[in-house]
């Protein structure tokens, strides 16, 4: 089945504790993206990566780190997490320019 | 500055009848926008994109326009169902840059009542 794995699906840390969120899509998708999502402010752009080793910001990036390394693979990292990164966090990924995208089932981040 | 503005108020409608949501943007010229399906606690399901040449389109029982003169996107659900309840999202992709970033709108929340 073709789709974006995320992982954990619900995380509940300490402030300043470094974690990982992975991503992970078997469609041989070039572009993926982080997003995250907060009431009132919707889906707002994190990091994004054309291709292997192609990353850039979006529109949110501090306090967020990405990488990579293979085509599959799009973790995100949290190097000192803060409460104001409690989110709900997307993971997506697309073929070319004018698909959809297809979205993992998302990570429940709280920070306290 | 640049905008995209859905009906934020929930939509409530009786099954079978037709939901219309609408999305309008300002200060874009998008090649394309695209609707969203997202329940609760869960990542967007894709449903349609139509591009800015195209005026209409259609899948199953959605249908999407257009209209980059009035700058407005509609978004149709015919005879419809209890499950069609959701929030329902458009997103637009800018003509610059070559970031196939979307931009998104907050969404809609219909409600279909049997």
């Known amino acids: 089945e073709a789709q974006v794995t995320q992982n954990p699906r619900y995380l509940i840390t300490v402030t300043g504790k470094k974690l990982t969120v992975t991503c992970s899509q078997n469609?041989?998708?070039?572009?993926m993206s982080w997003y995250r999502q907060d009431p009132g402010l919707g889906l707002r752009q994190i990091y994004y990566?054309?291709?292997?080793?192609?990353?850039d910001k979006g529109d949110v990036p501090e306090g967020y780190k990405v990488s990579r390394k293979e085509k599959r693979n799009f973790p995100l990292i949290l190097e000192s997490p803060s409460p104001n990164q409690t989110s709900l966090y997307f993971c997506?990924?697309?073929?070319?320019?004018?698909?959809?995208?297809?979205f993992g089932s998302g990570t429940r981040l709280t920070v306290v | 500055s640049q905008k995209i503005e859905q009906n934020s108020e929930a939509l409530n409608i009786q099954e079978g009848k037709t939901a219309t949501l609408t999305c309008n943007y300002t200060?874009?010229?998008?090649?394309?926008l695209q609707w969203y399906r997202q329940d609760p606690g869960r990542g967007p399901v894709f449903l349609l994109l139509?591009?800015?040449n195209e005026k209409e389109k259609r899948k199953e029982r959605l249908k999407v326009t257009f209209d980059t003169t009035l700058k407005q996107s509609l978004f149709h659900i015919t005879a419809s169902q209890p499950a069609d309840s959701a929030t329902y999202l458009c997103?637009?992709?800018?003509?610059?840059?070559?970031?196939?970033?979307?931009?998104w709108g907050l969404g809609t929340s219909l409600a279909v009542n049997p």
């Open positions: 997506a990924s697309t073929t070319g320019q004018g698909l959809g995208y297809t």
């Open positions: 139509i591009r800015e």
């Open positions: 200060n874009y010229s998008p090649a394309y």
């Open positions: 997103a637009l992709a800018n003509n610059a840059g070559n970031n196939r970033k979307l931009i």
């Open positions: 469609m041989n998708h070039e572009y």
């Open positions: 990566s054309m291709n292997v080793e192609v990353t």
